[in-house]
């Protein structure tokens, strides 16, 4: 069992470099640029390459320094600043949150704003959105959403949004907390702890999504929060963290359907660790948490089709949305057309010969792809880019819709229309480019050790898992930069672990060019001396 456990983890790491050594290969070159009037989708704007390998070598010693620091303070001092700096991260994403949020008067539009009137008229009985050609009738994964909103309004009132705004920044912290955990729980050095809270802390797309009146946030929050508890079951073997790793993990994918994605991982890793340490019982607690999840969205389905007296469907069929993700459209690669929807309502809003169009197309549009191999590199190469290179994961476009006739506060203005949106992006697109290259570094390590058959902690890839799970979904699926979000917050988890491994090697060159230069001296005053 521990040969099978060994080689999946190999195939795993495999699997994973060529997808971060792509991403980081394209973050130094090029980046998508989202315009200040917001006409266009996203603008290819050609990257200095050496100025971002630069600002990440200068980040790396930065990282090795620190260490050598912390590592000189005794094992109590190292904790007292790993907390210090946990504090004042929380406190600092807390209220910079808040008080972004507060003077952010962004009001949803789209999905957003039909989810939550769903829950607003369910609570007031009326249930005609889920009707055969209703939103939710036809996007049924909206009534997890639905419900959330349904006990937030029964708090603080139909569409009052404000709660769940600071909410929001409620789930940043909590995503900054659980990250931590886990990282103390599978690593060793401090360092790590204390970048991953500045870099958490740093990241602008979460910052600029709090406002966002969607499941977005809590998804990614709560994923983080079942990575730690899964986590800490395999270290103290305790069933209470399996029962909060199974709680939220339930929340999540009402919150978004994409949940899924990381549920997977974490039931890949409980095979893994289930075959390390050779203990059924990981097994069944990643089959508990899977099933937990499975659970609770049977549950609400049952409940609202007793509720309504209109009958559970499946809506719009998935395999639309993956036929969706294979067309052009205006020259963008699988981005939103409309086409499920369209072709959902020509069937009379029936799934069967929706699904079965879907299928046929994909079928055509594979066999084009067969015909011409360069078109498909294009195509799948500008699909990927246009989802991953966008620093700021259009979370200043998915937010830039304000109540007619109001005035923005200078910053905000200035923020969406202004000088500090091409400030803003210049710092997400280096940001950016770190995240990439530590990952894709830390997992070329990784590989290296795991060649050489030292331990590794199963632990330690469940999100990185997750990311792989994602990269392959935003192939498939609708062309969307907010989708792949949740994985790229993930590998900050790695980027302290990327950034002090370069650091090393850059610490381990320096030494070495210096010993020789000492060496080479010293022969130079031997030489002086046999001359005299």
């Known amino acids: ?92 994403a807390f209220l910079l949150g808040s008080i972004y949020v507060l003077n952010n008067p962004y009001y949803p539009v789209g999905d957003q704003i039909s989810a939550t009137a769903f829950a607003a008229y369910c609570r007031d009985g009326n249930f005609i959105m889920l ?54 729980l599978n690593t060793d050095r401090a360092i790590f702890r204390i970048v991953y809270c500045i870099m958490m802390l740093g990241c602008i797309p979460f910052l600029l999504y709090l406002p966002y009146i969607y499941g977005d946030v809590l998804s ?38 994409n949940t899924w994605i990381i549920l997977i991982g974490v039931g890949i890793y409980a ?22 999840a499975a659970l609770t969205v049977k549950a609400v389905d049952v409940m609202y089709e007793y509720r309504s007296g209109y009958p559970n469907d499946i809506g719009i069929p998935s395999i639309l949305w993956i036929a969706m993700g294979m067309q052009e459209t205006d020259g963008m690669a699988g981005v939103y057309n409309r086409y499920q929807q369209s072709v959902f309502e020509d069937n009379d809003f029936q799934p069967e010969p929706s699904a079965q169009i879907g299928k046929e197309y994909i079928r055509e549009r594979i066999q084009e792809f067969k015909e011409n191999p360069s078109m498909t ?45 091409e400030m803003v992006w210049k710092y997400a697109n280096y940001y950016q480019s770190i995240v990439y290259l530590a990952g894709a570094f830390i997992v070329i390590a990784s590989f290296g050790a795991w060649y050489q058959k030292k331990e590794l902690p199963a632990a330690l890839w469940m999100p990185l898992i997750s990311v792989i799970g994602g990269f392959l979904f935003s192939i498939l699926w609708e062309a969307q930069c907010r989708y792949v979000f949740p994985y790229y917050v993930f590998l900050i988890l790695y980027a302290p672990m990327g950034l002090y491994a370069v650091g090393r090697m850059i610490g381990g060159l320096w030494n070495l060019h210096k010993g020789n230069r000492i060496r080479n001296q010293a022969d130079t005053d031997e030489e002086l001396r046999e001359i005299a």
């Open 220 to 257: 990614i929050s709560f994923g983080m929060v079942m990575f730690w508890a899964v986590s800490a079951y395999e270290h103290y073997e305790k069933k209470r963290y399996i029962a909060l790793a199974a709680c939220v993990a339930g929340i999540a994918v009402l919150a978004r359907k």
């Open 271 to 292: 095979a893994l660790v289930c075959l390390k340490k050779k203990k059924g019982q990981y097994l069944l607690a990643g089959f508990a948490i899977l099933l937990t």
């Open 377 to 421: 590199v294009e195509f799948y190469k500008n699909k990927l880019e246009d989802q991953w290179l966008e620093p700021l994961f259009s979370s200043l476009k998915a937010t830039h819709s304000f109540p007619e006739g109001t005035e923005l506060p200078p910053v905000i203005y200035s923020l969406y229309y202004g000088n500090l949106h």
């Open 131 to 184: 009707c055969s050609g209703g939103y939710v009738g036809m996007y049924q994964q909206q009534k997890g959403l639905g419900i959330l909103y349904e006990m937030l309004f029964a708090l603080f009132g139909n569409f009052n949004y404000t709660p769940a705004k600071i909410l929001h920044v409620i789930w940043w912290v909590l995503a900054i907390l659980a990250g931590y955990g886990f990282l103390k």
């Open 1 to 92: 069992m521990e040969k099978i456990y060994r080689i999946l983890l190999g195939i795993f790491l495999v699997c994973l470099i060529p997808i971060l050594l792509v991403l980081s290969y394209w973050s130094c070159r090029y980046s998508y640029y989202g315009t200040v009037d917001y006409s266009i989708r996203n603008l290819l704007i050609k990257d200095s390459t050496w100025k971002h390998i630069f600002i990440f070598l200068l980040a790396s010693v930065i990282v090795y320094e620190g260490d050598k620091w912390l590592t000189a303070q005794n094992q109590i001092n190292q904790e007292k600043i790993c907390i210090y700096t946990l504090l004042a991260t929380s406190v600092t």
